[in-house]
C-alpha cells in the first residue's frame, strides 16, 4: 500500500508529471508522423520572405531569419532582423506545381498552403540546424505577427492545425523545392 499513499499524497506531483510525460509523447508522435522522408541534409528548403509576401528557395544551411535584401521585418517581442523565415509549405495538389516567388494566393491556386512559418529564437551558431534544436524554434501563422515557442501549447495546435485534411479527404503532404 506504500505506493497507493504516495500517489494520494502527491496527487498533484503525479498529475503534473503525467501532463508532462503525455505532452512529450504527443509532440516525438508528431515529430515522427511529420518528419521528411527521403530529403537529404543538403537539399534546398522553402523559405518566406515576411516584407515581399513570397517562398523563397534557399540552400538548406540558410538559418532564419536572414536578411533578403527586402529590409528588416519588426518581430513582435524580438525587434526587428531579417525578413526571411523557415516555410512550412503542405500542397494537396501536384507540389512540382509550387515555384519560388509564389505568394500565398498563388500556392492556394495550385492547391498548396503555408500552414505556418519558423524562426530560432536566439541567434544560432554557424551550421547549426534550427529543425534539430526544437527548444530554439518559434512558430507562427504566416504573417509572422504572433511567435510562440513550437513546444508550447499554442505551438503544439498551429502544428497540428497544419494538416487539415485535403478536400479528398487525405492528409497535405510537405514539400520541398
Given at each position: 500500500m506504500a505506493l497507493r499513499d504516495f500517489l494520494d499524497q502527491n496527487s498533484k506531483l503525479v498529475s503534473g508529471v503525467m501532463i508532462v510525460v503525455c505532452g512529450i509523447g504527443v509532440t516525438l508522435t508528431f515529430m515522427y508522423l511529420t518528419r521528411d522522408r527521403g530529403i537529404g541534409i543538403g537539399d534546398p528548403k522553402w523559405m518566406y520572405d515576411l516584407n515581399t509576401g513570397q517562398l523563397v528557395v534557399a540552400d538548406a544551411g540558410t538559418l532564419a531569419p536572414s536578411d533578403t535584401g527586402s529590409g528588416p521585418f519588426d518581430y513582435p517581442g524580438f525587434g526587428q532582423s531579417g525578413a526571411?523565415?523557415?516555410?512550412?509549405v503542405l500542397?494537396?495538389?501536384?507540389?512540382?506545381?509550387?515555384?519560388d516567388?509564389?505568394?500565398i494566393e498563388a500556392l492556394e491556386a495550385v492547391g498548396g498552403r503555408l500552414a505556418f512559418v519558423?524562426?530560432?529564437k536566439g541567434n544560432l551558431n554557424e551550421g547549426e540546424d534550427?529543425?534539430?534544436s526544437p527548444g530554439k524554434q518559434m512558430i507562427s501563422a504566416p504573417d509572422g505577427m504572433e511567435?510562440?515557442?513550437r513546444m508550447s501549447e499554442a505551438g503544439i495546435k498551429l502544428n497540428g492545425d497544419a494538416y487539415v485534411p485535403c478536400d479528398n479527404g487525405?492528409?497535405?503532404?510537405?514539400?520541398?523545392?
Open positions: 526571411l523565415v523557415d516555410a512550412f500542397s494537396c495538389g501536384d507540389p512540382t506545381d509550387i515555384e516567388g509564389m505568394t519558423i524562426r530560432a534550427l529543425l534539430a511567435w510562440h515557442s487525405e492528409p497535405p503532404i510537405r514539400t520541398r523545392p
